[in-house]
């Protein structure tokens, strides 16, 4: 049986207050309706649907179009939106799902789809865990939690009887599809829902109660270059490694500690290093370059983030540097926290090309991957 889902994007999103529709909004850094989208490109569903409104049509069809979803003009209400996607439907059964609800998982929308092949119907809920009461100013009544649900999306039924339903209904704006549903066809079927699949109604929905950061982390890359000059070492990762020059720097010349930093702040999503240590400011001069990366983890650790792994490549014709990694290792896992066996440090010449080769600087490359710090389970 051909499976269609409707996916509803064509609200305002005033709620949320971002003075635009809410799923066009940031999360985890691409619009939050982006990553309802990635959700439905399964090969179990056979034709997506997006209701999108006048305005927010253009920005909403360049999302769709690598996905190869239909968007649909929607309506004043959701009900509306969904009463023109429904005209388009193809598949005999169709899921109905609100785009401000990303957190859906694979397993609840087959979920889903089998109910609606067994009972002719499948609305995800979850049962409520809160004491339910009816009130106002007083508690009124009390409510039997047990048999309590809160109604989520996706919301599955076959194509024919929802139309039906949507066209008995006429005009009234309804606040889901189950509700008319069971008013002009038959009771619906309740499929267990996910706590997690909660839906952005509010700016702080983007921030709190969404999942964990994706295992992988967040990366960032940083590259930095000195030029040999006056001296009789070099200090790498806060190694000094005897040379036949120095490095030429307002700080220690590390170049690739500063690699590192601007890795780290760039996986934050902060600015470089030279915004945060100007080599105008005196009190740089000469400056340890290790101390500049504590403050650096530590600017990580005021947002919440922790390095986790460092993959350092170093380009120096001079000095030789492979004796020196495993101490280059220790001090950086001292200084960033991170577990030396996460820490990789390369080292290379460039033969003779280039300006490297020619033993005019070292240059030094990093990426970092940093990960959301443990909360002791905690969620303030
Ligand atoms: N929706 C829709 N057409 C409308 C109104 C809403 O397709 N005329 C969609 C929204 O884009 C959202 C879903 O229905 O994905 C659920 O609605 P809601 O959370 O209320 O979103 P908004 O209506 O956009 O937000 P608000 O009510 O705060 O303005
Ligand atoms: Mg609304």
Redesign the pocket.
């Known amino acids: 049986m051909k499976v269609s889902v409707i996916?509803?994007?064509?609200?305002?999103?005033?709620?949320?207050g971002f003075g635009k529709?809410?799923?066009l909004a940031p999360l985890y850094g691409e619009p939050a309706l982006r990553h309802t989208l990635k959700k439905f490109d399964i090969p179990e569903i056979d034709e997506v649907l997006i209701?999108s409104?006048d305005y927010d049509y253009k920005e909403i069809s360049a999302l769709c179009a690598p996905f190869g979803f239909k968007v649909v003009k929607?309506?004043?209400?959701?009900t509306?939106?969904?009463k023109n996607a429904l005209d388009k439907v193809s598949g005999e059964i169709v899921l109905i799902h609100?785009?401000?609800?990303p957190f859906v998982s694979k397993k609840l929308i087959l979920d889903c789809i089998k109910s609606v092949k067994k009972y002719g119907s499948g609305i995800c809920a979850v049962k409520a865990t809160d004491t339910a009461v009816y009130g106002g100013e007083q508690i009124e009544e009390r409510i039997d939690r047990s048999r309590l649900y809160l109604v989520q999306t996706p919301q599955g039924f076959f194509t024919e009887e929802i139309k039906k339903a949507y066209s008995l209904a006429g005009d009234k704006a309804y606040t889901d599809d189950s509700a008319i549903f069971g008013e002009f066809i038959k009771k619906p079927h309740i499929v267990e829902g996910e706590s997690e699949n909660i839906?952005?109604?509010y700016k702080q929905d983007f921030m709190r109660g969404i999942p964990p950061l994706p295992s992988d982390g967040l990366k960032g890359f940083g590259v930095d270059v000195h030029s040999f000059g006056e001296g009789n070492l070099v200090t790498l990762c806060g190694v000094k490694i005897p040379c036949d020059r120095g490095l030429i720097a307002h700080s220690d010349g590390d170049v690739a500690i500063h690699a590192v930093m601007d890795a780290l702040l760039s996986a934050a999503g902060l600015d470089d290093i030279g915004h945060y240590f100007p080599d105008t400011d005196l009190k740089f001069k000469g400056a340890d370059s290790g101390k500049m990366l504590k403050e650096v983890v530590n600017l990580l650790k005021q947002r919440g983030f922790a390095p986790a792994r460092l993959s350092v490549s170093i380009q120096a014709e001079k000095p030789r540097l492979s004796k020196h990694i495993e101490d280059m290792k220790v001090k950086l896992s001292l200084l960033t926290g991170v577990d030396a066996d996460r820490i990789a440090i390369a080292a290379g010449t460039c033969e003779g090309l280039g300006f490297v080769g020619e033993k005019l600087g070292i240059c030094a490359y990093c990426i970092a991957i940093i990960k959301k710090e443990e909360t002791n389970g905690k969620d303030d």
């Open positions: 996916i509803c994007a064509a609200g305002k999103g005033e709620r949320a529709n809410k799923l209701t409104s929607g309506g004043e209400t959701r509306q939106s969904v609100d785009g401000a609800r839906k952005l109604t």
